[in-house]
């Protein structure tokens, strides 16, 4: 039975998931091209073909190499970042009812940025993976604290955002404190760069494992469209209608905060995506989840592909932290959201 949420047609949302494929692909292509070496779309192609054992590209390996283990890797990770934060962005403002939610509301990114300082602190290690394992490591810390919290003070809507507010102030407070006791500026300097967001030294790995993730959990989400649609309308209504409110919460709250975590662990903590594409996506095909959850992911990852290619040119050769880019746009984005609620409430 069609949601009555859904305000766009079968064909036309099939024709506009076409239209944001075909827009994804030209970005991508596009944007890899953006930068001082010498690289054309073509070019492109002939290096994804040749690793693909469809031809052989023809280009040096200098410009190769800058293609397929530099350029592209980065820009697909932008893409699936994009399209993972968004998706998590819907799940959570649905789930919570709460139209200002967004992925890191449990306290997520905190988590991340306490694990990822503690790692090179401890000296543990100040490399890429190293650091992606202690951002993942402290987001499930954060999470499980949320989770425990949120249950033993009632697991409401209200109760979890509450605990995860708690929990980001802790985890907050104790990064504080750790970058503070390291007494060396230098040593973490390059940690909380990439916690503002950035998808520099991206490998092929941190790809597969975000677009799995990224897949896992989009199916998961759309295998529970209906009950989305009715968590809408609370969890009472939701309920009413058959849903298994607790169960459907929690796997939905598990599937998009590991989501979150591998997201954050790969390039740090990426604001405002996953708060400001719903609302346009909603504004394209209504809020209808069957439609609205690959709506909001096709234009989240057109979305962070062009801005992560604006932050790594705009200064160059210096480098933008793409979570400052994504702020810079996505404050008056939500001005504007908040003006909307204002006038609608």
Not at 84 to 105: E, F, I, K, T
Not at 260 to 275: H, Y
Request: charged share 10%; glycine share 12%; hydrophobic share 55%.
């Amino acid at each position: 039975m069609r949601s009555p949420l859904t305000r766009s047609g079968g064909v036309g949302t099939t024709a506009l998931w076409l239209g944001g494929l075909v827009l994804l692909c030209l970005s991508v292509a596009f944007t890899i091209t953006i930068g001082p070496a010498d690289i054309a779309v073509p070019n492109v192609w002939a290096v994804v073909a040749d690793h693909l054992g469809l031809g052989d590209s023809g280009l040096s390996l200098i410009r190769e190499g800058i293609i397929w283990n530099l350029r592209l890797p980065r820009t697909v990770l932008a893409a699936v970042c994009g399209a993972g934060l968004g998706l998590c962005g819907v799940v959570m403002q649905s789930l919570l009812r709460n139209p200002l939610a967004d992925p890191y509301v449990l306290g997520i990114s905190s988590g991340a940025s306490t694990g990822a300082v503690s790692v090179v602190v401890l000296g543990l290690g100040s490399g890429v993976a190293t650091l992606s394992l202690g951002a993942f490591l402290g987001s499930l810390c954060s999470f499980t604290l949320v989770l425990v919290l949120s249950h033993v003070v009632g697991g409401t809507a209200d109760r979890v955002i509450l605990s995860g507010v708690a929990a980001m102030q802790l985890f907050s407070a104790l990064t504080s404190f750790v970058v503070m006791s390291a007494g060396d500026a230098e040593q973490t300097r390059s940690v909380l760069f990439w916690l503002l967001g950035s998808l520099s030294g991206t490998g092929w790995f941190d790809v597969a494992s975000c677009l799995l993730a990224l897949i896992v959990v989009l199916l998961v989400c759309l295998a529970r469209a209906t009950a989305l649609d009715a968590f809408t309308f609370g969890q009472d209504a939701a309920a009413s209608l058959g849903v298994s409110v607790t169960r459907t919460r929690t796997v939905l709250l598990i599937a998009t905060a590991l989501l979150t975590a591998t997201l954050v662990s790969s390039a740090g903590a990426i604001g405002f995506v996953g708060l400001v594409l719903p609302h346009a996506a909603r504004a394209l095909v209504g809020s209808g989840h069957r439609g609205l959850l690959p709506t909001t992911a096709l234009a989240g990852a057109i979305f962070l592909v062009w801005i992560d290619t604006i932050a790594r040119t705009a200064l160059d050769p210096k480098e933008i932290p793409v979570g400052v880019m994504t702020s810079l746009i996505g404050v008056p984005a939500f001005v504007v959201i908040l003006y909307r609620t204002r006038k609608t409430s």
